[in-house]
């Protein structure tokens, strides 16, 4: 699965900030405790048969490979002025308040890019199926949306920022 490395990474500034955050300790703090504990396994002897190192080698490499996605991630990153957000119609960035008829429950999502996208958390993805469908509506605007399940139907009630 090869990743598009040319794509914009659309962010609100929170989920820039906190990609920046992690970046910096990764660069930090957690490469120095990984070279630490290199340091402890190399002085255990025979590197052939020492697992301590083996662990230590593969936490590294995992170290720099998620260090250099989140250097890119930053790199590519487009902030989204979530001050400029229409209230209109659903963007990026927009806040929503929708009425599930299937569940006949209010929820709140926030549209997020790909990057930041935490469903647990209200924040959902542009590109996954509900963000998709939600994406251009109004308030009043009853969106079906095609989930595994089946479809969804879904009324837009509020938007804001």
């Not at 906190?18 to 590197?47: H, P, Q, Y």
């Not at 991630?73 to 487009?78: D, E, P, S």
């Not at 299937?102 to 926030?110: C, I, T």
């Amino acid at each position: 699965m090869e990743e598009n490395t040319s794509k914009e990474i659309i962010l609100t500034q929170e989920g820039f900030d906190k990609l920046e955050e992690e970046l910096e300790l990764l660069k930090t703090t957690r490469r120095k405790e990984v070279a630490e504990r290199l340091k402890v396994a190399i002085s255990f002897g025979d590197l052939s048969e020492n697992a301590e190192y083996d662990e230590a080698k593969k936490e590294q490499a995992a170290l720099e490979e998620r260090i250099i996605k989140l250097e890119n991630m930053v790199r590519k990153a487009v902030i989204i002025d979530e001050s400029s957000v229409d209230l209109d119609v659903i963007t990026i960035g927009s806040i929503v308040r929708i009425y599930d008829e299937d569940f006949d429950e209010e929820v709140e999502y926030s549209i997020v890019g790909s990057a930041e996208a935490d469903p647990y958390n209200g924040k959902i993805s542009n590109e996954s199926p509900v963000g998709k469908s939600l994406l251009g509506s109004k308030i009043g605007d009853v969106v079906e949306v095609n989930v595994p399940d089946g479809i969804i139907k879904l009324k837009v009630l509020d938007i804001k920022r």
